[in-house]
């Protein structure tokens, strides 16, 4: 095991030439990143957990409530023990083969039997209520972390001059407002990947599940080898269009549509500006070209730069769903109102509307998780972009 984390903290990888851990040990003098800081987080990643379990249930139900939003969930399917094992041993969609196999062994006609795989799968679906307090959860956060960020970085050096984050480096000392603010992002993710395994699971549980875990690695990993100055622009930049992305799916689910249309657009717009000029324009120019000049390219330094130009390429991926989103939206409101999320007025739940509802394609929240899978067209999700605390 000695051996193993050895290889693993190799200086040679970590830090740039000449430079050792001793060298960044704190003093009485200066603080700096150590790894084991993080272990904070932990437990801090507990209590964000359960304040999020009480902000849901004595804040954002009842303000739920108070829009009319209902919290009954989908129709529950007739008992049937044939079709329940069929359903949770074998296949939850099945193919036209066994639903004739069934109609036979059952004595039904196919189209109930239909029906009944439909309604069973929206019993695992969360209401629209517990997507609204997931949301209102999510907002307030972001909402909170990048008001911060933007009053911690507006009195910083490197956010007015961004080679400052490599003056000096990689002795620059770590002030408490970011440590904080670390702390803080690594310590939602952590609880956001706890909330996988208790929430409603999701078709795209496994992507989510990918997605935090790169969050907690960049997170880390930037926070590890001192750059978090980069790192802090980085998420207060990608924090800007999580708060709308979070305030347009609260008016779609308490239809609001004039409100989410319009929410929406500023999104889209924060969006593009932010991700695709912002971004490579202010942080990959610094973190590629000013660094090079200023302490020169070391084997972590190529990883790092590695992840952010990735993530570049994501943004461009994700700017082309919107697009596509905005563009059907846009043909769509020729014969009627205009509506991006191609929601019913009369949608309630987070349901499947029809036997041919996994046809009708959708960008809606795959957004936010990098996907293109198709989705109902009454889930009432938003395009949701990927922060660097998201990716």
């Known amino acids: 095991m000695a051996g193993i984390v050895t290889w693993f903290w190799n200086?040679?990888?970590?830090?740039?030439?000449?430079?050792?851990?001793?060298?960044?040990?704190?003093?009485?003098?200066?603080?700096?990143?150590?790894?084991?800081?993080?272990?904070?987080?932990?437990?801090?990643?507990?209590?964000?957990?359960?304040?999020?379990?009480?902000?849901?249930?004595?804040?954002?139900?009842?303000?739920?409530?108070?829009?009319?939003?209902?919290?009954?969930?989908?129709?529950?399917?007739?008992?049937?023990?044939?079709?329940?094992k069929v359903f949770t041993a074998i296949t939850k969609h099945p193919d036209e083969k066994r639903l004739e196999g069934l109609s036979k062994q059952l004595d039904w006609d196919v189209r109930p039997i239909q029906r009944w795989f439909r309604q069973r799968r929206n019993q695992e679906?969360?209401?629209?209520?517990?997507?609204?307090?997931?949301?209102?959860?999510?907002?307030?956060?972001?909402?909170?972390?990048?008001?911060?960020?933007?009053?911690?970085l507006n009195k910083t050096t490197w956010i007015w001059n961004t080679k400052y984050c490599w003056y000096s480096y990689p002795y620059q000392p770590l002030t408490v407002d970011l440590h904080y603010y670390y702390v803080l992002q690594l310590s939602f993710y952590l609880s956001?990947?706890?909330?996988?395994?208790?929430?409603?699971?999701?078709?795209?549980?496994?992507?989510?599940?990918?997605?935090?875990?790169?969050?907690i690695?960049?997170?880390?990993?930037?926070?590890?080898?001192?750059?978090?100055?980069?790192?802090?622009?980085?998420?207060?930049?990608?924090?800007?269009?999580?708060?709308?992305?979070?305030?347009?799916?609260?008016?779609?689910?308490?239809?609001?549509?004039?409100?989410?249309?319009?929410?929406?657009?500023?999104?889209?717009?924060?969006?593009?500006?932010?991700?695709?000029?912002?971004?490579?324009?202010?942080?990959?120019?610094?973190?590629?070209?000013?660094?090079?000049?200023i302490i020169g390219p070391y084997p972590s330094w190529w990883v790092f730069n590695s992840l952010l130009l990735l993530l570049q390429v994501l943004h461009v991926f994700w700017f082309y769903l919107i697009v596509r989103l905005l563009c059907r939206a846009v043909s769509r409101g020729k014969a009627g109102k205009w509506n991006p999320l191609h929601v019913s007025k009369d949608a309630h739940t987070h349901t499947e509307s029809s036997s041919e509802e996994d046809d009708v394609p959708v960008v809606a929240q795959k957004l936010q998780h990098g996907t293109t899978d198709a989705t109902n067209g009454t889930n009432g999700y938003l395009p949701g972009p990927v922060s660097l605390d998201e990716h």
Request: hydrophobic share 50%.
């Open 11 to 84: 200086e040679r990888f970590w830090l740039p030439h000449n430079v050792t851990w001793a060298d960044l040990k704190s003093t009485d003098e200066a603080t700096f990143p150590q790894a084991e800081d993080l272990y904070l987080a932990i437990p801090l990643a507990v209590c964000i957990f359960m304040v999020r379990l009480l902000f849901e249930r004595f804040i954002a139900r009842p303000c739920a409530l108070g829009l009319q939003i209902q919290g009954n969930g989908p129709q529950r399917a007739q008992h049937n023990a044939i079709l329940e």
């Open 125 to 152: 679906k969360p209401s629209t209520l517990t997507l609204f307090c997931e949301s209102m959860w999510r907002f307030t956060y972001y909402l909170y972390i990048f008001t911060y960020g933007v009053q911690f």
């Open 192 to 215: 956001m990947l706890f909330m996988q395994f208790t929430d409603i699971r999701k078709k795209d549980f496994l992507l989510i599940l990918m997605h935090h875990l790169a969050t």
């Open 217 to 293: 690695l960049l997170v880390t990993f930037s926070y590890v080898n001192n750059m978090v100055r980069v790192g802090s622009l980085v998420m207060c930049l990608h924090d800007a269009a999580d708060v709308l992305m979070e305030a347009a799916k609260m008016a779609n689910y308490a239809k609001c549509q004039r409100v989410c249309n319009v929410i929406f657009v500023m999104f889209a717009l924060v969006f593009v500006s932010s991700r695709l000029g912002v971004y490579p324009i202010w942080v990959l120019n610094t973190t590629l070209f000013e660094s090079w000049e």
